[in-house]
């Protein structure tokens, strides 16, 4: 996993005009008042100081020599990881590639190179078709009105300590490695750019969020954080075995994101939460119709993008309605058809998956913290079955798609459904 782009896509699209216009008013409001200055920013004492730094090429260098000779593996590997950490740290993302294109030729002269992206995990096709036999339910429930949406504003201090109690709720062991992410400073909280949280291989993960007091930067936080508790626990394997498969990263970092968000309802007043539950709604809808919908148009039009294709895609995903409020060009706003290829699909797994262990938790409450510890700690040592399998997950079997698909489904309609029963009982004669 090197990029956590749901920030970006998460909240895209299948919006009305009305509520762009007043979301983007929100996102004014609350960047008045968050005061950036109070807001953490990472702790870069150790690390680079700059992208000229000689020390940069020095330690290439002699990565490069410990690596070919095989003289001193360890200390090579935690060269690389520093400079792979500092490739994303310094630059904040706009130009990633020329350092990384350096550190990777080295480690793959030495064979120590990233594993090549993975293909979809066994399961993927029956997950696209499950999603398109209801996409068009999820896409009605994703357009229903939000009547009360959240405006309110959460500190820096409120938000970390609701992330921290959310993880520490899935297992001890999870919240002490979030807690303990914020305190080591890796925390930066005004970067602007997509999320992220870089692995850094055996030095810890480094993340960065542009944090605005808005609940969609709040669940972006808990988002990131699921992914540094992944690693944080999974870091005592190695550099070599921490970095968890795409799919099972995004899987983490989606049950963090929703046990806070659960957390949130379960504390808020009547009208706040029917504001979070329609975000909930509107969120699950777009999270697993796009990346169903991108994956498929990776596949399809194998690396020649058409508009034609697109709409096709759309249309036998989530309905005639949906293709006849898309653009043609709608692809082109999703950076991981660029960023990431091949990796939309782990997006929509995760979203689904992560309702499904959170269903595993409250049918087992006892159970679940050991397990969910034993997930994140095997980092990238497993694939996907046998991680979820502890769990009764298997991803390979279309059944296990159809419920859960039919779990998101239920999600969304019962929160629409609670709304129009108050429409219909606070306007009686209709
Ligand atoms: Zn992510």
Known sequence: MKIGLVGPLCFLKFRTASVNRRERICRHSSRAMINASDLPVWNLSGLYKGRDDPQIDQDLAEAGVLLESGADHPRAVSLLARLHAFGTLYDGGRNEGALHK????????????????????????????????????????????????????????????????????????????????????????????????????????????????????????????????????????????????????????????????????????????????????????DVILRHVMLHRFEIVSRGRPDDAVWLRIVEQTAGLRAARAEKGDGWRAYPVLTRAPGSAWTYAFARLTALALLARREADPAAFPRKWTEFLSAGGTMDERPALWPFLIEPAASAYWQDAVELAVAEAETEAAGWNRRLSLSRPWR
């Open 102 to 285: 350096r550190v990777n030729a080295v480690a793959l002269r030495s064979k120590v190179a990233d594993p090549p992206p993975p293909g979809p995990a066994p399961g993927v096709d029956a997950l696209c078709t499950q999603v398109a036999m209801r996409g068009a339910d999820l896409w009605i429930a994703a357009g229903r009105p939000d009547p009360h949406p959240v405006t309110r504003q959460w500190s820096w201090e409120d938000a970390r300590a609701l992330v921290v109690e959310a993880a520490g709720s899935l297992a001890p062991a999870a919240g002490q490695a979030v807690d303990r992410t914020f305190r080591e400073e890796r925390v930066h909280a005004r970067h602007p750019g997509s999320p992220l949280t870089h692995p850094a291989g055996d030095r810890g993960p480094y993340v960065r969020l542009d944090y605005d007091g808005s609940l969609k930067s709040v669940l972006t936080l808990a988002h990131e954080m699921g992914h540094a508790a992944h690693q944080m626990l999974s870091r005592p394997l190695g550099v070599m075995a921490c970095d968890p498969r795409p799919a099972l990263a995004e899987t983490a970092a989606a049950v963090n994101e929703q046990a806070t968000l659960r957390l949130l309802i379960a504390r808020a007043g009547d009208v706040e939460r029917q504001g979070l539950m329609a975000w909930r709604r509107r969120n699950l809808a």
